[in-house]
């Protein structure tokens, strides 16, 4: 006999049926389930995301919303702030509880906060899951207690925990929400008066998240995963990004499916590149506990010895990077790339990214909102992550010393200029020694094509000064 006779799950970073923890609890704990989304009701634009990233949240709450079809159930969709939206429905359809599954960033946090006191004061349960990752901040700790500052003792411990089960298929919601409880359509960008979004982008939904899951483990490109996985040019890594993103798949059932893959492997490489692709889940989720535990990284360095340094970049370049015009053409093409496909391969993602900062000098905050802005798995953790990582200021940060040659990086992870020649168009006759050094004779390497901004070795030295006058203050 079910606890519940109606409860809300309500949907948020866990666009799925497949192995959802709450809303498994729900359809257990409740007669019936009534699913529901709350969109954001802002205007135009937003900080954090554009329009590639909306455009396939669109196709995501589409699917889902057939999805639940198939189980003879609705999704309801409202708009405003969540906690308004879901007390409302509360009162609509009687509900006796609220089910979901908890989200890490402060803004998450804080609409969390809000629903528990709209739960309390009306005076049901609201329940929470963990559902994101495998696990929450505080299951990985250092000896002592605290949270980890860096990347690999926080991995190893990681990696030793047990791992949570997968829950499987759910098989019914219960009885379809009421006729009388309305919904708004699927929205299209023009609800929040965005443009159309100019990114080509991979299929949305459940369903084709989960294609692209079983096309990484099955055609084996996780068993090539180590080898290859720095190599920009074609599909060397999972592609999965917007999928965990939107939690389209289950973490869980992913690392069960790589744990699978690695039983099986008949290779030393192969399972290395199991690990090694498993070590990288590890990073997704250090970077969502270094933000649960120092919230304070949104608006400041993490390295407190780096907050107040100066960005002397001009907007003028900070422009020309936005666009792929640098003249230096790993950078140009990861730029495009961005623009259009809403992807950029991490190594890539690195450079560009240690450009903006090391070469043009701009602030990490501006390429961070660019990269929101514009990227399909756009995620703030890992986003404000990698880009304090390249700016030298993050948790686990490269040190700033450290400052990656465009010119070499182009050498090692595109030797055959392939991927500079797909997303570079007026360098696909030129030849790829061209791109591993800057023009010798001062003349553009291809008609149309700028010569490289500033100079790379001028700019490394400016930057080590820059650091070094700032640390020694
Ligand atoms: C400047 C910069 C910005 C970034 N912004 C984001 C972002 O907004 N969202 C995002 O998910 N990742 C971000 N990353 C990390 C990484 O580039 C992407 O996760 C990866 O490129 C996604 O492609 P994939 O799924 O094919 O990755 P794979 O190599 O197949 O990795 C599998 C999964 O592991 C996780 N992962 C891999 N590398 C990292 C990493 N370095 N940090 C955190 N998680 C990782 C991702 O969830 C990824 O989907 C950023 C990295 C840099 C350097």
């Not at 369903?207 to 074609?234: C, D, S, V, W």
């Not at 997704?284 to 002397?312: C, K, N, Q, S």
Request: glycine share 6%.
């Amino acid at each position: 006999m079910p606890q519940y006779k109606t409860v809300i799950h309500w949907f948020r970073r866990d666009l799925r049926l497949m192995d959802n923890t709450a809303l498994h609890h729900a359809a257990k704990e409740a007669a019936q389930v009534i699913p529901a989304y709350v969109l954001s009701d802002w205007k135009s634009q937003h900080g954090w995301t554009g329009s590639t990233r909306q455009q396939f949240l669109c196709g995501c709450l589409d699917s889902l919303s057939k999805n639940l079809e198939t189980l003879s159930s609705r999704l309801i969709l409202r708009c405003g702030q969540a906690d308004v939206e879901l007390e409302r429905l509360i009162h609509e359809t009687q509900a006796e509880a609220v089910y979901y599954n908890r989200d890490y960033d402060p803004y998450g946090r804080e609409m969390e906060k809000k629903l528990q006191e709209v739960c309390n004061r009306i005076g049901i349960p609201c329940h929470s899951y963990k559902d994101r990752v495998l696990h929450e901040a505080d299951e990985v700790l250092t000896g002592s207690g605290g949270p980890y500052r860096v990347y690999t003792p926080y991995s190893r411990n990681w990696l030793g925990l047990n791992k949570t089960a997968s829950l499987g298929k759910l098989t019914t919601l219960g009885q379809a929400p009421d006729p009388a409880i309305k919904s708004l359509p699927v929205p299209t960008l023009e609800h929040w008066q965005l443009p159309e979004a100019t990114a080509i982008l991979p299929a949305a939904g459940e369903r084709a998240a989960r294609e692209r899951m079983k096309t990484f483990i099955e055609n084996r490109t996780l068993h090539a995963y180590a080898q290859k996985r720095n190599i920009p040019a074609g599909v060397t890594t999972s592609r999965l990004g917007q999928d965990l993103r939107f939690g389209l798949i289950s973490i869980r059932e992913l690392h069960e499916r790589c744990m699978a893959a690695a039983a099986l492997a008949t290779t030393p490489d192969a399972r290395t590149s199991i690990e090694t692709y498993i070590k990288e889940l590890a990073w997704r989720e250090f970077y969502l506990a270094i933000l649960w535990h120092y919230p304070e990284v949104f608006d400041e360095e993490f390295a407190p010895e780096f907050r107040g340094m100066p960005w002397p970049g001009s907007d003028e370049d900070f422009q020309t990077w936005t666009q792929g015009r640098t003249g230096f053409p790993i950078v140009d093409a990861g730029m495009r790339e961005l623009l259009a496909t809403g992807f950029v391969h991490n190594r890539v993602r690195m450079i560009v990214s240690m450009f903006l900062t090391k070469d043009l000098h701009c602030h990490w905050r501006l390429g961070e909102s660019h990269f929101m802005q514009h990227l399909l798995d756009g995620e703030n953790a890992s986003n404000n992550g990698g880009w304090q990582w390249s700016a030298g200021t993050g948790a686990d940060a490269a040190p700033y010393f450290r400052i990656q040659n465009p010119w070499t990086q182009t050498k090692r992870y595109d030797p055959d200029g392939s991927y500079i020649r797909t997303w570079v168009p007026e360098l696909k006759n030129v030849s790829a020694e061209r791109f591993m050094d800057p023009p010798k004779d001062n003349r553009a390497i291809a008609p149309g094509y700028p010569l490289p901004i500033v100079d790379h070795s001028t700019e490394r030295d400016r930057t080590l000064a820059i650091f070094a006058k700032h640390r020694g203050k």
